[in-house]
């Protein structure tokens, strides 16, 4: 029996995974789904932004979508961002988001790429302290052995997709130590699975330079995790913006996905949020974690279908409703 945790989170969240969840059991009859709370709101009703509950029943499902959670702006005593919590309580050491050309909405067209994030390391170890009252310091940790997981990652979706090239992005030059093992071990793991002639590598800088020059050069792209949060995001512009933009943190036997946007608070309550990066989240699940490839396929084409029907239209205050509808009818 398939099941799924839904963690709407704040703002917006409560109103595109609905949409999500909808999509998924028109294609899924027998989902199961349970509903289970993070972000601010439960912060401030409960004293922590993701309760152990909500751990243990992902833990259970296996499988989670997530909406956004909004975090304060500034630090808040006792508070802890809920997807750094999630990412590491459950150890989702792989961040993977498709970045792709959409009919209509996508300012270019033929691109196809697959952004791969090292999701539990890196800057976002968080270890900070003050070495003095006027030096901060941020440790960076890469390990071999996340690196070999995250590895391993690469080469399942490589060949799922059966990807011309591989793209390790890093600084090696000017950090050899943290980018040079990252790089060494991706390359070792990617060489013993027979891809060895397929990788090339880029630095950081060129790759966001060639991002926006060349983005249909790319295909598989792999780096660490501050690069990845940056260049996936800017990558994201080519699909067509925030609202078009999937994700799936993905670890051992357990995956949540997520759209990449957060709460919006600014169009909350209005009914403008696009639902289809939620949307493609939960083909991201169905593509990855459940391997139903049919049916992802079959929730991306409908979204396809529904952009060239509908056209450049602006629907206003009914955009979540309509774009729902008309995607939903698809399936
Ligand atoms: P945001 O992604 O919430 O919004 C940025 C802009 O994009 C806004 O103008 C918003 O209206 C628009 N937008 C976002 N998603 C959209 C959608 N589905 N349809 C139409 N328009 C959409 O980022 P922002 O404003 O920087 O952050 C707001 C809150 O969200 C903050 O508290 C922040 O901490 C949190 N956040 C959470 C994330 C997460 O849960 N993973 C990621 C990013 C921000
Ligand atoms: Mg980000």
Redesign the pocket.
């Known amino acids: 029996m398939m099941q799924l945790c839904v963690i709407p ?5 409560h109103e ?1 995974i609905p949409v999500a969840v909808s999509a998924l059991q028109r294609l899924l009859p027998g989902l199961q789904t349970q509903t289970a709370d993070a ?2 709101e439960c912060f401030q009703r409960c004293g922590s932004s993701v309760p152990e509950a909500t751990l243990e029943q992902l833990r259970a499902t296996g499988a989670g979508l ?8 500034r630090k808040v005593a006792g508070y802890r961002s ?2 750094l919590t999630l990412r590491q309580q459950l150890g989702l050491h792989c961040n993977l988001r498709p970045v792709r050309s959409w009919p209509v909405i996508s300012p270019r067209s033929g691109i196809d790429m697959l952004i791969l994030r090292e999701n539990s390391e890196g800057l976002y170890v968080g270890r900070e302290h003050m070495e003095s009252e006027d030096i901060a310091i941020a440790e960076r940790q890469i390990s071999r052995a996340a690196c070999e997981q995250f590895a391993a990652r690469i080469v399942e979706v490589a060949e799922q997709r059966s990807a011309r090239r591989v793209t390790l992005v890093h600084k090696a030059n000017v950090l050899p130590l943290t980018c040079g093992l990252f790089r060494d071990t991706c390359r070792q793991v990617l060489a013993a699975h027979g891809w060895e002639t397929q990788v090339d590598e880029r630095l950081v800088d060129v790759a966001a330079l060639q991002l926006v020059e060349s983005p249909n050069s790319f295909d598989v792209l792999a780096t660490t995790n501050l690069f990845g949060d940056i260049l996936s995001d800017l990558a994201c512009y080519w699909s067509g ?3 078009m933009a999937p994700s799936l943190n993905w670890g051992k036997g357990i995956a949540l996905a ?10 909350a309550g209005t009914g ?7 949307l493609l989240s939960a083909a991201l699940l169905l593509r990855y974690h459940w391997q139903e490839l049919e049916l992802a396929a079959r929730l991306d084409a409908a979204v396809e279908g529904f952009l060239v029907e509908a056209g450049a239209v602006d629907f206003a205050d009914r ?1 979540t409703e309509i774009i729902a509808d008309g995607v939903i009818s698809r399936l």
């Not at 997520?258 to 169009?267: C, L, Q, R, T, Y």
């Not at 403008?272 to 939620?278: H, L």
């Open positions: 989170g704040d703002g917006i969240g595109v972000g601010w997530f909406g956004a959670v909004s975090s304060p702006a809920a997807i913006g925030l609202g997520e759209p990449v946007h957060g709460s919006a608070p600014d169009i403008r949020a696009n639902p289809i990066a939620a955009t």
